[in-house]
């Protein structure tokens, strides 16, 4: 049996205290000796167990009987939690390698009783966000490192659909399987170039709209680095990569062209 008091971090960030395989939260601070401080079982509200800790830094001052047995997994859990944040907080490895990294060799008890990988990913992005592990804006479009996080949703679909890779000339396209496929079932395409939102190393936010039971709906974004008709041809030459994504149509894609190089102006 584990005598020693380990820590781990709630979800919320809030330390846990977990000794003999039972787990507390903190209630409060002794009012006659401040250095006391009260930790009450984790199950508390949901089982009415009325396990208590009182701990003096890391030696246990009191500890009380609790109304149900000790549960080895979930300090297993805890501890698989802990790593995955610690990972997140002091790395740039992506979501899934950090996951796939602390939950490799984990008892299946224990994996069946983890969060979901969703739930995961959230945590990981909110300890990075916690952290202020937000990368820094790059000087130039040379410098742009897209961390994998940003080019997918929490569920892994891809949002980034083609970068065109490192350079001043550097185009980006975003958008999802289903929004392409409203894009294809539309009858009406609006499209449209912004460049006060744009980020400043690009030159234009290019969105493409559609109608959606009645709603217009922007469904492709792109950002460009000019408005010629090169950017325009060479955006045409990410179809491949689109249908690939997509299964949308020929058709659809040379639409697209079409309305990339309506907007377009001369060299
Ligand atoms: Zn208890």
């Given at each position: ?253 040379f639409i697209i062209f079409i309305i990339?190089m309506t ?5």
């Open positions: 049996m584990d005598r020693h008091v380990t820590w781990y971090l709630s979800e919320k960030g809030k330390p846990k205290a977990c000794y003999e395989r039972f787990v507390y939260n903190k209630k409060e601070t002794s009012k006659s000796d401040p250095t006391v401080d009260f930790y009450v079982c984790e199950r508390k509200r949901k089982d009415h167990c009325s396990g208590r800790l009182h701990l003096r830094g890391n030696t246990v001052l009191k500890s009380s009987e609790h109304n149900h047995a000790p549960d080895a997994c979930r300090q297993n859990v805890l501890k698989v939690v802990d790593s995955i944040k610690r990972q997140a907080s002091t790395t740039e490895e992506t979501t899934m390698m950090i996951i796939a990294s602390q939950c490799t060799g984990v008892s299946e008890v224990t994996a069946a009783s983890l969060p979901t990988e969703r739930a995961l990913k959230r945590q990981i992005q909110r300890t990075r966000n916690r952290n202020g592990r937000v990368p820094p804006l790059p000087a130039s479009l040379e410098d742009l490192n897209i961390p994998d996080d940003y080019k997918t949703f929490d569920d892994g679909e891809l949002f980034l659909l083609h970068d065109s890779g490192p350079g001043s000339q550097r185009i980006l396209i975003f958008s999802t399987h289903e929004n392409l496929m409203l894009l294809s079932e539309s009858q009406h395409w609006f499209a449209d170039g912004t460049f006060k939102v744009a980020p400043s190393l690009f030159h234009q936010l290019y969105t493409i709209h559609c109608c959606c039971q009645g709603l217009m709906m922007p469904v492709v974004f792109a950002l460009l680095p000019g408005k010629t008709t090169a950017v325009y041809r060479r955006v045409l030459q990410v179809h491949n990569t689109i249908i690939l994504f997509s299964m949308i149509s020929v058709r659809v894609i990339f907007f377009s102006t001369p060299y």
